[in-house]
């Protein structure tokens, strides 16, 4: 049973183009990071929510997590070649969890 | 940020060998590390959770003699794939969190090792 559920699962599209990548579960997490992986290499953290509502930015990456803390989106504003990769959202359950649950990814392709 | 060195980075044996497989923090303790294996365009599956000082936690499914965990001291964890099929071919992925430094859970993962069993 994946706790975490993304959608989509791939995603291509054009260089400029706007998107967003949902992590949706049915139960509550006490944060929700994101994660961006390139092939061959270790997933990288991109940001941390915890807070119900929140919305921070990053560059042209804006996040935010779901008032109930049950979700979360990662929105990419004029997608460049140089954000192609895997993105995972990964929940703790609560405030000091020793485990993250990891989502089920969605692969980006950006083409130039 | 914490680094997190994983050892080494491609692997190839033949059926039946044992590999050994290395997770490092290079700049902070951590008495939990993370074993994860990842299929291709997949997410990370969680393998187990290694604990510094004393036996670690499997997930279900996973074989605890087929997937030997060491975790010595609190900068070293090691997996060890035991007699290694093709089936065991894969990309594995360990993680870290800094003891001194919880936070949120955030994760400082290592850059992960692609074992191929002939």
């Known amino acids: 049973t994946q706790l975490l559920e993304q959608s989509p699962q791939f995603l291509s599209i054009q260089e400029g183009e706007n998107l967003t990548v949902y992590c949706n579960s049915s139960?509550?997490?006490?944060?929700l990071q994101w994660y961006r992986q390139e092939p061959g290499e270790g997933p990288v953290l991109l940001v941390t929510v915890v807070t119900g509502g929140e919305v921070k930015k990053l560059k042209r990456l804006t996040f935010q997590f779901g008032d109930a803390r049950k979700d979360s989106s990662l929105h990419i504003t004029a997608a460049q070649p140089g954000d192609t990769g895997l993105y995972l959202c990964a929940g703790a359950r609560f405030t000091g969890a020793n485990n993250l649950f990891f989502g089920t990814g969605t692969r980006l392709t950006v083409i130039p | 940020g914490a680094v997190v060195s994983q050892h080494p980075s491609w692997v190839i044996c033949k059926s039946g060998t044992s590999v050994k497989i290395e997770c490092r923090s290079l700049d902070f303790q951590a008495t939990t590390m993370f074993w994860y294996r990842q299929f291709p365009k997949q997410s990370l599956m969680l393998m187990a959770t290694s604990n510094e000082g004393s036996k670690a936690t499997y997930e279900q499914g996973v074989e605890k003699d087929k997937f030997l965990i060491n975790h010595a001291s609190l900068t070293l964890s090691t997996l060890t794939v035991t007699s290694a099929h093709p089936e065991d071919s894969s990309f594995y992925i360990c993680s870290a969190r800094d003891t001194l430094r919880r936070g949120h859970g955030e994760l400082f993962f290592g850059e992960g090792s692609r074992l191929t069993v002939l």
């Open positions: 139960s509550v997490f006490s944060s």
